[in-house]
C-alpha cells in the first residue's frame, strides 16, 4: 500500500478526533471545518516523518493539538475566556431520554468546554478519549503530576461554568 493510501485509511479510521477536536475549539461549523482541514494538512505534511514507534492515534492526537495549539499562538483563532466543570456534567445521561435531549446535553458539553483555555480544552479531550494520565501528560508535555492536578481543576472550572450558566 502506497502512503497515500496508507494515510487515508488511517485517517478515515480516525476521524472522529478531527470532529471532536475542532467542536471542542471552535462553536461556528464553518470554523471547525477550516480547523479539520488545518489539521489534514499538518498531519500530512508530518506523516513522513511518522515512524510508527506509537499508535497512529496517538500521533494524530499529538499533531492536532500541536495545530490547535499553534493557531492560537498566532492569534488566528478569537481568545477563549477560562472558566471551569465537572465529570457528571459532561457525561450523557443514560435515564431512557430520547436522542434530543442527549444531543442537548451533548451541545451543553461543548459550550461550557468552549470557555475553557487551549490547554483545558485539550486535558478534557484526550482524558475523555480514555488516555491515562501518563499519556496525556506526554501529548502535552507536562510531568505525569502536573498533568493529573491540571485535569483535576479543569474538571472543578467546568463544573463551575455548567452550573453558572445553567447546563445542569
Do not use: C
Request: a neutral charge; charged letters at 30%.
Amino acid at each position: 500500500m502506497n502512503k497515500e493510501k496508507e494515510f487515508l485509511t488511517l485517517l478515515e479510521q480516525h476521524k472522529g478526533i478531527l470532529y471532536k477536536i475542532s467542536r471542542m475549539y471552535e462553536d461556528n461549523e464553518e470554523e471547525q471545518e477550516e480547523l479539520r482541514q488545518e489539521i489534514v494538512y499538518q498531519l500530512w505534511s508530518s506523516y513522513q516523518s511518522f515512524e510508527g514507534k506509537s499508535k497512529f492515534s496517538t500521533w494524530m492526537y499529538r499533531v492536532a493539538l500541536n495545530t490547535v495549539l499553534t493557531q492560537f499562538k498566532k492569534g488566528n483563532r478569537k481568545a477563549q475566556v477560562e472558566t471551569q466543570l465537572n465529570e457528571e456534567a459532561y457525561e450523557v445521561k443514560s435515564d431512557g431520554s430520547d436522542a434530543l435531549e442527549k444531543e442537548n446535553q451533548l451541545n451543553y458539553f461543548y459550550k461550557a468546554v468552549q470557555e475553557l483555555n487551549k490547554v483545558e480544552k485539550a486535558l478534557v479531550f484526550l482524558y475523555l478519549e480514555g488516555l491515562p494520565h501518563r499519556e496525556i501528560a506526554a501529548n502535552l508535555g507536562i510531568s505525569e503530576g502536573n498533568a493529573r492536578v491540571k485535569l483535576n481543576r479543569t474538571i472543578s472550572k467546568l463544573q463551575k461554568i455548567v452550573i453558572q450558566k445553567g447546563y445542569e
